[in-house]
């Protein structure tokens, strides 16, 4: 089964009435009046692009994708085996299905703003109420899909690196020196940090798989620092433990560097071969990470920064970070954004920064596609500005509306419920006033999915949180706050987050339902793995920075190779909060590609 991934874009600017001086990359658009009138002008004046949007991004890229979906959740849910889901059906159905559900969590004035685009663009309503709610519920979707794929492939589940335990390191930073089982992890849980520390350079790593239909060594790859290593390769030997069980075990034909950082990539796949959807193929884990140090390094585990990997696989996730004070030239605060997901070479041609000037004058900034009245950065003029990234949970709406049918999965749907974070967003820039009153609305609204985000404000004040659906019931009430000076920074001026969680890291339990296993997110998350190293490396360049930072240094990090996903990178974004402005690089893949452009939020 192909993973769905959502198609996010970069944004493009647009003027509206008298048109503003662009480049040829982006447009800028100020709607004005009431929130009708302010969604009549945006579909007039992008109805081209809307309908564009629309079109190509939902019917010819979207449905098509995840609609390939469908045999993987009907073996869970067996409603969406039925005719009403048949004949390419089940995307748009299933995605009107959730965004009907969700409507009634959508406040009255953004309802009619959306008609006022439908009415403006010639598209109906419930295609734009489509448009501004699909995100969320696609990936909410996809992660219950994922998840069932990955519940029925290999997974590491021990893990033990040689040579330690006997050198009076604390190699696996738990407090304690040279415990029996100090190399050994069982069961395996990966890690936010390094796995271990000062390994010895002639170490060899054991590895468990398990896969209830056995663990074809044949499978199995191994990227030790880039370098391929296979079962039929002399560094590797292989042994059936079980019907279910592989040990793995590598021993690397040369001395691992010393004084080093290291990385282990373990793939694997299982013995039987699925044809639905085609191609015909065995169940793949995720890419498992492991990060170690060799001796010399003198890092604890929690000081480790992951290398870069340059197999040509693995792309960067989303990041963003908050600087200011004492970093940055001016004393005052930049949040900044690179934000990366699928562009499928559609959504980037279809972005926008909208301002909305209200009755009384108020005016915000979004950064978005046409037809969406939102975005996933903004700020307002009162100086309170925030850019989120997707973190993947399965603590989100719909598998809470799954659980409300657990006796009785033939009656459940995929059903979102919550408010999608577009519209969150809009909300949070049109009542809160500071950065305390932002966290509020973070906190106090019910979320389709899971969210990291930054909130900043013009006093310099910044605060990070990261917000699941709740539908479990865990401690938190699905919004954990990220304070400044924690895990998150190196500092007490600058806050970073990616596509992961840091706080909430038992965001859903492990569950077993009809023989699917389901875990927190780090242990399935396709962002996981990727999140934890573009986190590492904004780390790392802000640290070497040597000096208070400006724009330039800012907008040059956005850039570099290690934040850019090639393909799939949708806008870059800095809020600059002693000018309350928006700067914007977008309309082109990668979007740092593109000019930054700077758009003033008061009109």
Not at 55 to 82: G, K, V
Not at 168 to 188: K, M
Not at 286 to 312: I, K, N, Y
Not at 358 to 380: H, K
Request: with cysteine; charged share 20%; aromatic share 6%.
């Amino acid at each position: 089964m192909r993973t769905v991934f959502l198609v996010f874009s970069a944004a493009a600017l647009l003027s509206s009435c008298a048109p503003l001086e662009r480049p040829p990359t982006r447009e800028t658009i100020e709607l004005r009046g009431n929130p009708y009138e302010r969604g009549l002008s945006h579909g007039q004046q992008l109805k081209s692009k809307i309908n564009s949007f629309y079109t190509t991004l939902l019917t010819n890229s979207l449905f098509p994708y995840l609609s390939r979906e469908q045999p993987d959740i009907a073996t869970l849910m067996p409603r969406y085996a039925s005719q009403e889901y048949e004949g390419g059906n089940f995307a748009y159905q299933l995605l009107l299905d959730s965004a009907k559900n969700v409507e009634r969590r959508i406040p009255v004035s953004l309802r009619d703003e959306m008609r006022g685009v439908a009415d403006g663009s010639g598209l109906s309503y419930e295609q734009v109420l489509l448009l501004n709610t699909f995100v969320d519920t696609t990936l909410s979707v996809r992660a219950v899909a994922l998840a069932i794929r990955l519940g029925r492939a290999p997974r590491l589940t021990s893990v033990t690196f040689t040579g330690v335990g006997a050198d009076g390191v604390d190699n696996d930073g738990d407090g304690q020196v040279d415990e029996p089982d100090e190399g050994s992890f069982s069961p395996y849980v990966p890690a936010h940090f390094a796995n271990v520390v000062e390994l010895p350079t002639d170490a060899v790593i054991r590895l468990v798989l398990t896969d209830a239909d056995g663990v074809d060594p044949a499978t199995v790859r191994l990227f030790l620092d880039n370098v391929l290593y296979t079962a039929d390769n002399p560094a590797v030997a292989t042994r059936a433990l079980s019907e279910t069980e592989l040990e793995v075990t590598l021993t690397p034909p040369a001395p691992l560097p010393a004084a080093s950082r290291v990385t282990l990539v373990v793939g694997a796949g299982d013995t039987v071969i699925i044809h639905d959807p085609p191609p015909s193929h065995a169940s793949f884990m995720r890419d498992e990470e492991l990060t170690f140090t060799t001796v010399g390094a003198g890092l604890a585990p929690e000081e480790v920064l992951r290398p870069e990997l340059t197999d040509g696989r693995t792309r960067p996730a989303p990041v963003a970070f908050g600087v200011r004070r004492s970093l940055t030239d001016t004393g005052g605060l930049y949040l900044a954004q690179h934000f990366s997901l699928l562009d499928a070479n559609t959504a980037h041609k279809h972005t926008v920064v909208l301002r909305h000037v209200a009755e009384d004058g108020r005016a915000t900034v979004t950064v978005g596609w046409a037809g969406v009245v939102g975005g996933f950065s903004g700020m307002s003029d009162r100086g309170v500005g925030y850019v989120c990234n997707p973190s993947d949970t399965l603590d989100n709406g719909v598998v809470g509306t799954v659980l409300q049918n657990i006796a009785d999965l033939s009656q459940a749907q995929l059903l979102a419920d919550g408010l999608p974070v577009v519209l969150m967003g809009r909300r949070l820039l049109e009542n809160a006033t500071d950065v305390a009153s932002a966290q509020g609305v973070l906190e106090q609204t019910p979320h389709v999915y899971g969210w990291t985000c930054l909130v900043g404000d013009g006093t310099g004040a910044m605060a990070g949180s990261e917000v699941d659906s709740d539908v479990f019931g865990e401690a938190g009430d699905g919004f954990f706050p990220v304070e400044v000076g924690g895990v998150n920074s190196t500092n007490g001026d600058n806050l970073i987050i990616g596509a992961n969680y840091m706080t909430n890291v038992r965001d859903s339990p492990t569950l077993t339902l009809q023989g699917q296993r389901f875990t927190p997110q780090r242990e399935w998350s396709g962002f996981f793995n990727r999140s934890r190293r573009v986190f590492d490396a904004a780390k790392e360049r802000l640290d070497a920075a040597g000096g208070p930072i400006g724009l330039d240094f800012i907008e040059g990090l956005l850039g570099d190779p290690r934040f850019v996903d090639n393909s799939d990178s949708m806008n870059a974004v800095v809020l600059d909060f002693e000018n309350l402005r928006v700067r914007t690089a977008m309309g082109e893949v990668p979007a740092t590609a593109a000019p930054f452009e700077a758009v003033e939020v008061r009109p």
